[in-house]
Antibody, heavy 121, light 108 residues
Framework: QVQLVESGGGLVKPGGSLRLSCAASGFTLTDYYMTWIRQAPGKGLEWISYIKSGDETIFSADSLKGRFTISRDSVKNSVFLHMNSLRVEDTAVYYC??????????????WGPGTLVTVSS | SSELTQDPAVSVALGQTVRITCQGESLRKYYASWYQQKPGQAPVLVIYGKNNRPSGVPDRFSASSSGNTVSLTITGAQAEDEADYYCCSRDNNDYHYVFGSGTKVSVL
């Protein structure tokens, strides 16, 4: 069965860096787009970035100003989120999700349980 | 970038029907997907495409669209439907995704 499990969250100081991992099982990672989504405490969902299957083209939210980068390791069947120049407002639960994208519609059919990132001095 | 607007909260009596709306210009071109999120849990997909339910989602959940508005309808709401609901679609640059602001559904 499909399973996604995030790891790598924790407490980090403002200006610091962190790498989140998302281990996938039950499917071949490279056959799907994969995405990261976050949710600040008490707030709504915010899309961060996705990486396409095949050519690994990446798209990311403009609001992140290039501080976050998604990547993929097909051997480890894992997706990563590299986060730099972290700010207090980046404090959130970070989810990875599998994407099914048919252009005029898409959906996130499987989600991990999330990993909490806390940015604080 | 595009925005998707949802009402912050709605309430529904047990067994009655509730409609949750999501508005945005990109919805004239793209369908939305809908996610249910209960406290402390990851979101769960409930509707995608024109009106498709993943396996395991009850048929009381349905979707419709008109112009720049998409709607999620729960017909015969149950206590377990109390949750936050989010729509999601592309934004106006076509390659980015965007979530609605979320609607808290209370079942009375």
């Amino acid at each position: 069965q499909v399973q996604l499990v995030e790891s790598g969250g924790g407490l980090v100081k403002p200006g610091g860096s962190l790498r989140l991992s998302c281990a996938a099982s039950g499917f071949t990672l490279t056959d799907y787009y994969m995405t990261w989504i976050r949710q600040a405490p008490g707030k709504g969902l915010e899309w961060i970035s996705y990486i396409k299957s095949g050519d690994e083209t990446i798209f990311s939210a403009d609001s992140l100003k290039g501080r976050f980068t998604i990547s993929r390791d097909s051997v480890k069947n894992s997706v990563f989120l590299h986060m730099n120049s972290l700010r207090v407002e980046d404090t959130a639960v970070y989810y990875c999700a599998r994407v099914v994208d048919f252009w005029n519609y898409f959906y996130f059919d499987f989600w991990g349980p999330g990993t909490l990132v806390t940015v604080s001095s | 970038s595009s925005e998707l607007t949802q009402d912050p909260a709605v309430s529904v009596a047990l067994g009655q029907t509730v409609r949750i709306t999501c508005q945005g210009e990109s919805l004239r071109k793209y369908y939305a997907s809908w996610y249910q999120q209960k406290p402390g849990q990851a979101p769960v997909l409930v509707i995608y495409g024109k009106n498709n339910r993943p396996s395991g989602v009850p048929d009381r959940f349905s979707a419709s669209s008109s112009g720049n508005t998409v709607s999620l309808t729960i017909t015969g709401a149950q206590a377990e439907d109390e949750a936050d609901y989010y729509c999601c679609s592309r934004d106006n640059n076509d390659y980015h995704y965007v979530f609605g602001s979320g609607t808290k559904v209370s079942v009375l």
